[in-house]
């Protein structure tokens, strides 16, 4: 199977996942429900729960074992972007080319539907009345309990203090003030790249690998992470504005420190490159089966969008 055809049928199966596991929008209360769908649907690439995916099948042709987590970290990321677009934070109008969530629901609501959608993530890993769906089956089936609670742990790890949670209270400390390299380096491996490393990860433990290559895609997780905010940085000050559906310089204008305001857009792009080429040595032991991650790996680092 082409390649590209391939990553578009996995986030064609991921995004039937997410609307099966999410309320209806005429379900009671209609109008967390509606603003939970809203922000999930907004036009994500769905790059977390892919990774968990395609390294799920490096080890599996079971792959679907993995799509209640896969649907679980999407979750997460999207609760984080909605709390991220709050006034009390990033103070941001609009998010992949539409209004923000509090925007268009109000701030309490739009801080509810994070939570809720938080909150069903852990569900989803929890709920055994999802095993008879055809995205739950396979999970509740062929994957035993202590790598249920591995992947459990994996999540609130990644998504709480010792992860985004701690990266982002960093970044909003840091706001207006010059940092050094290694709090930045915090910050973005936090923030950022816990979740990312731990979508590699859980996709490793719930297709049953092995301990070393656990390690080892965990660190190509880890690179693949701290690149990933480098391009985000990047197309704060390069990116498509029609692609991303937001304004570039919004980094400037908010006084936050990144890659480029410490190091130069031109070191930013061999840093880019450095942790791009890390990445795929990690996959080198795979071979061919790893052809789908390292073509994902090439779109989430060379993107303009």
Known sequence: MNLDNLLEERR???????????????????????????SVFAGGKRIRPLLTLLTAELFTPDWKRALPAACALELIHTYSLIHDD?????????????????????????ILAGDALLTLAFELLTDKNHKKSEFGSSYWRHVDSQAKLDVIFEIARAAGIKGMVGGQAVDLESEG?????????????????ALVQASVRIGALLAEAGARDVQKLGLYGRLLGRAFQI???????????????????MDVKKEKANY????????????????????LKELEHYGEKAAPLRESTRFILYRDF
Not at 86 to 109: C, I, N, Q, W
Not at 237 to 247: H, Q, S
Not at 267 to 275: F, S
């Open 86 to 110: 709050l006034p009390a934070m990033d103070d941001d109008d609009y998010r992949r080319g539409r209004l923000t969530s509090h925007k268009v629901f109000g701030e309490g609501t739009a």
């Open 231 to 249: 391009v985000d940085d990047l197309l704060d000050v390069e990116g498509n504005e029609e692609k991303m559906g937001k304004a570039r310089g």
């Open 177 to 193: 003030k010059r940092i050094d390299v290694e709090t930045l380096e915090y910050i973005d491996t936090h923030k950022t790249g």
């Open 12 to 38: 064609t199966v991921i995004d039937s996942a997410l609307n099966y596991y999410l309320p209806g929008e005429e379900e009671y209360p209609r109008n967390i429900h509606r603003a939970m769908r809203y």
């Open 260 to 279: 480029i305001s410490l190091c130069g857009l031109v070191e930013a792009k061999v840093r880019r490159d450095q942790l791009y080429s890390q990445a």
